[in-house]
């Protein structure tokens, strides 16, 4: 029987996928200071038992300004490194590579955690509300405060931090860095006409908006080794009138591909309103056409992302050429072990070596079992 698309493996410069399922960034708002602990431990276990191909860390912030949250993990100094480290190893036993999503939250970090309200942190917080930084001095809506608008010297500054986090993700044993462009946070602030009202070389016409990713992404592939993937997630469409758009992206796209993004992880929305707002109204595999646009016209792998909740649609996607990759998130805190789930629905053989010794073995003398017994 031939093996699914879904369970081909697949390679991003010298990085192989030993199947298509990645898990998605997930926040988990638990770290302190930045660092990660033993809940980032145990939530990442769950995945590096259950079969996935790949994995991505959370949003994880190249300066404590750029945090979503005050949990938000980072990897603005060396002390940082260890605790990715010991993810890698988890990873990496497994036969599973590692990436990280760097990030800067521009105008929406600063922002409560989930369960105390979300929405921008208050100076009288437990934790202080920080300054927020962003193209322009526009909030991200009327409840929440002011961004200052970059200078030169900021902009710099947060491109030497892209890279500075880069060589430390390096350093931690991670695979593969992902940019977060997307979501409304600095980067797709920047290349957004709505949160963008700049009118230097950074604002205006698509190239000027284009120029912090672009330089980001310079950065980053100069400060890590040649066979490292550099991944780019983008908010393919902006929710609001006169936004970013699917041509926008897919132009966006050419360029990052030029600069050496080898994947864009076509993800939308956030500019506006909260991302998870869109992803509750939507359908299974809203985002998965961003993908195949950006795969078939932007001459660059593609990740989908957003509402994969089943094996058949997961193999559809890959087997049309719709996207190399799919990434879940909920899917995979519902069931961890999707994957082997997954395989074992689409038919493939030994589908139990997904998991590890002894819980692989006991369960393929379950499959060899049921496979005897249908013959
Ligand atoms: C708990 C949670 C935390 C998330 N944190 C991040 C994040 O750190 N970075 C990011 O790009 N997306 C984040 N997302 C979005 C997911 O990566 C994913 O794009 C989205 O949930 C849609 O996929 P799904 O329908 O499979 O959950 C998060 C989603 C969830 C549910």
């Not at 790949?54 to 260890?82: F, K, M, N, Y």
């Not at 709505?194 to 009118?199: C, K, V, Y």
């Not at 961890?336 to 073995?361: E, I, K, M, T, W």
């Amino acid at each position: 029987m031939s093996v699914p698309a879904l369970f081909t493996a697949f390679d991003s410069r010298g990085v192989r996928f030993r199947n298509r399922i990645l898990v998605s960034p997930m926040c988990q708002y638990q770290a302190v200071e930045g660092l990660a602990n033993d809940w980032h431990y145990a939530h990442h276990a769950r995945f590096a038992l259950g079969g996935v191909g790949g994995a991505l860390l959370e949003a994880t912030a190249v300066e404590p300004e750029g945090r979503i949250s005050p949990g938000c993990l980072g990897l603005w100094h060396d002390g940082q490194i260890e605790g990715l480290r010991r993810l890698a190893d988890l990873y990496h036993d497994q036969g599973i590579p590692l990436g990280v999503q760097l990030a800067h939250a521009g105008r929406k970090a600063s922002s409560a955690v989930p369960w105390a309200g979300a929405g921008p942190l208050r100076p009288d917080s437990p934790y202080p509300a920080w300054p927020t930084l962003a193209p322009s001095a526009l909030a991200h809506s009327a409840d929440w405060p002011t961004p200052n608008a970059a200078r030169r010297e900021d902009i710099d500054r947060v491109v030497g931090a892209f890279a500075a986090s880069a060589r430390r993700a390096v350093a931690a044993g991670l695979d593969f860095v992902e940019i977060h462009g997307a979501h409304g946070y600095l980067i797709h602030e920047f290349f957004s006409p709505l949160a963008n009202r700049r009118t230097d070389a950074y604002g205006g016409a698509f190239d000027n908006r284009a120029r912090l990713a672009l330089e980001i992404v310079r950065a980053v592939r100069d400060a890590v080794p040649a066979a490292m993937p550099v991944w780019c997630r983008l908010s393919c469409m902006d929710d609001g009138e006169g936004g970013v758009t699917l041509d926008d992206s897919v132009r966006l796209a050419k360029a990052l591909a030029r600069e050496g993004v080898d994947l864009v992880d076509c993800s939308a929305g956030g500019i506006l309103g909260p991302v998870a707002r869109s992803a509750t109204q939507a359908t299974p595999g809203h985002q998965v056409p961003y993908a195949a646009r950006i795969r078939a016209e932007a001459g660059v792998a593609s990740m989908a992302v957003g509402l994969i909740v089943d094996a058949e649609q997961a193999e559809r996607i890959v087997a049309d050429g719709a996207a190399d990759l799919v990434a879940l998130g909920r899917g995979l805190l519902d069931d961890p072990s999707f994957a082997y789930h997954a395989a074992r629905r689409l038919g493939l053989a030994d589908a139990h070596r997904l998991l590890p010794v002894p819980h692989g073995f006991f369960l393929g003398r379950q499959q060899a079992r049921e496979q005897a017994a249908a013959s």
